[in-house]
């Protein structure tokens, strides 16, 4: 807690990018500074608030939870949170389109929507707030895929705390392209060289193919290459940067960004008790799987799920649920509506329900924490979303690796290369049902899923002691505190000598 007697009560400004995969953990990071003693302005987009409000009240009265006590989430999904002594209110802001529009079928206009036009609406609440909040406003807590929490915080005069919701070899990739492009490994006028990459501080080597999908790309036009591009320029601008990661994961690429940046390794980040939030952030009615799971053996199931956000073809969709078929293992899978796209309702191949009725059960979305956890999963088959990752490796759950997007590459290079807790099973486009079925057979019943479920119990144990109360991310969250406060009274001290007019020539 904060209990300096002569202090404010700090005040953070949250405010995630506007994704599943990003709102989870700035969500949790939310509730875990509140409960440190801070006063916690959350802000969802109005688009996300309404989906989360939605999906949330289908999942209650999909399952039968009409009484249930979280249902109290008509304007504010906070509500919860506040009524068990949390100090967090709650906003909600336009990303400059219509709430019905289809943001994932558009994407490209929904990213030029965030690129151009949220940060005036951000501003305008955060002048606002700034001036009406009760404590003051201690700092801005942004994602770092924003282009502008820097530029606004500085004109607020408050410090700015860049969330990194991914590894942190993700955030050194990004923050060096400059070493990147100048070496011909990206954004190059010929092809991009193909030799391993060897001169990234704190990445001993990486080889191309396993960069961030947009950092592999020629074409770099798109609306998400300007996103990055300004992303990470603002990202230097950033007073401190709190990451999702666990510093003896990534000791190496860790170290040598706190050479460069106020950097601190605080995951993983989840909510108290781990399955359950009090606060509702899925934008989708979870199905409650645990009565069938309970009828399964244990470590007998396989969980497939690619996320919230990325796409699967159609092509590579039909090899691994024929490869899923042949194997004959039990599974969930989960599968979004959009999955391959908002106008294709139906991407599972003909007969396939039919064919795997009695062992397998197909949903739209699930709570995956309580699936992940059941004692009857035996693997995971994931696109390598660094959420589901971390849930993953806390359950023992071992994986196999079908990267679709962006870091999902480089997270699979960590799995399968570096931490050996998991299995690729193929490349976008080339993904074959006989190597799927192999892999799955592998994973849930062979040998090598029995030694790659060891080496994940060892990384669980990292995970477990980084939160523990002397633990490495429980120490950094402190440090980052403390260290927060005392620039917070540096900045009110310069300001109050730069008002004052006794500054020292």
């Known amino acids: 807690m904060v209990n300096d007697p002569n202090m404010k009560k700090p005040h953070a400004v949250v405010i995630p990018y506007p994704l599943q995969g990003h709102v989870i953990p700035t969500v949790h990071l939310a509730t875990k500074l509140a409960a440190r003693g801070f006063a916690v302005t959350f802000v969802n987009t109005e688009s996300i608030h309404h989906h989360t409000i939605l999906s949330h009240q289908n999942t209650h009265n999909n399952n039968g939870n009409d009484n249930d006590n979280n249902d109290n989430h008509d304007d504010d999904i906070f509500a919860g949170a506040r009524a068990s002594g949390l100090d967090i209110r709650y906003e909600v802001v336009?990303?400059?389109?219509?709430?019905?529009?289809?943001?994932?079928?558009?994407?490209?206009?929904?990213?030029?929507?965030?690129?151009?036009?949220?940060?005036?609406?951000?501003?305008?609440?955060l002048r606002r707030i700034v001036a009406d909040a009760d404590p003051p406003v201690t700092c801005l807590v942004a994602d770092t895929f924003f282009v502008w929490p820097s530029a606004i915080a500085k004109k607020l005069g408050i410090p700015y705390v860049s969330f990194w919701t991914e590894p942190a070899i993700i955030f050194t990739l990004y923050y060096h392209m400059d070493l990147l492009i100048n070496n011909g490994h990206f954004s190059s006028k010929e092809k991009n060289r193909t030799d391993t990459i060897k001169?990234?501080?704190?990445?001993?080597?990486?080889?191309?193919?396993?960069l961030m999908?947009?950092?592999?790309?020629?074409?770099?036009?798109?609306?998400?290459?300007?996103?990055?591009?300004?992303?990470?320029?603002?990202?230097?601008?950033?007073?401190?940067?709190?990451?999702?990661?666990?510093?003896?994961?990534?000791?190496?690429?860790?170290?040598?960004?706190?050479?460069?940046?106020?950097?601190?390794?605080?995951g993983?980040?989840?909510?108290?008790?781990?399955?359950?939030?009090?606060?509702?952030?899925?934008?989708?009615?979870?199905?409650?799987?645990?009565?069938?799971?309970?009828?399964?053996p244990p470590r007998s199931v396989l969980y497939i799920s690619f996320g919230s956000y990325a796409h699967v073809s159609k092509r590579d969709l039909h090899e691994i649920a024929r490869g899923l078929l042949a194997s004959k293992v039990r599974?969930?899978?989960?599968?979004?509506?959009d999955i391959v796209s908002s106008d294709e309702p139906d991407p599972l191949p003909g007969g396939f329900l039919e064919e795997s009725k009695g062992r397998g059960m197909v949903v739209q979305w699930c709570s995956q924490k309580e699936v992940l956890s059941h004692p009857s999963i035996g693997g995971f088959l994931t696109h390598c979303g660094w959420n589901s990752i971390l849930e993953s490796i806390w359950c023992g759950v071992p994986m196999l690796c079908f990267p679709l997007l962006t870091d999902q590459f480089t997270n699979r290079k960590l799995l399968v290369k570096d931490w050996r807790i998991g299995i690729g099973i193929g490349e976008l486009n080339?993904?074959?049902?006989?190597?799927?079925?192999?892999?799955?057979?592998?994973?849930?019943?062979?040998?090598?899923?029995?030694?790659?479920?060891?080496?994940?119990?060892?990384?669980?144990?990292v995970l477990e002691s980084a939160i523990s109360p002397n633990g490495s991310s429980t120490k950094n969250f402190d440090q980052f505190v403390s260290d927060l406060m005392n620039y917070g009274r540096k900045m009110d001290g310069d300001h109050q000598v730069n008002n004052g007019g006794h500054v020292m020539s």
């Not at 079928?105 to 929507?113: I, S, Y």
């Not at 690129?115 to 951000?122: E, G, K, P, Q």
């Not at 799927?436 to 994973?443: A, D, G, H, Q, T």
């Open 94 to 125: 336009s990303d400059g389109l219509p709430v019905s529009f289809d943001r994932s079928l558009h994407h490209d206009q929904f990213m030029q929507a965030v690129l151009h036009v949220l940060s005036a609406h951000v501003e305008e609440l």
């Open 213 to 266: 999908s947009y950092l592999q790309e020629s074409d770099t036009s798109s609306v998400v290459h300007q996103i990055i591009f300004k992303a990470f320029e603002d990202a230097k601008g950033a007073d401190f940067v709190l990451s999702n990661t666990v510093y003896e994961l990534e000791p190496d690429t860790i170290s040598a960004l706190q050479i460069e940046k106020h950097f601190y390794a605080i």
């Open 199 to 210: 001169y990234i501080p704190g990445v001993a080597s990486i080889e191309p193919t396993e």
């Open 331 to 337: 599974f969930i899978w989960v599968l979004r509506p």
């Open 268 to 296: 993983p980040i989840f909510p108290p008790g781990f399955t359950h939030s009090p606060i509702a952030t899925s934008l989708w009615a979870e199905s409650d799987c645990s009565y069938w799971l309970a009828a399964q």
């Open 430 to 461: 080339s993904v074959s049902k006989e190597v799927v079925s192999k892999r799955i057979e592998e994973l849930v019943r062979g040998k090598e899923g029995e030694e790659i479920r060891e080496e994940v119990k060892k990384v669980k144990i």
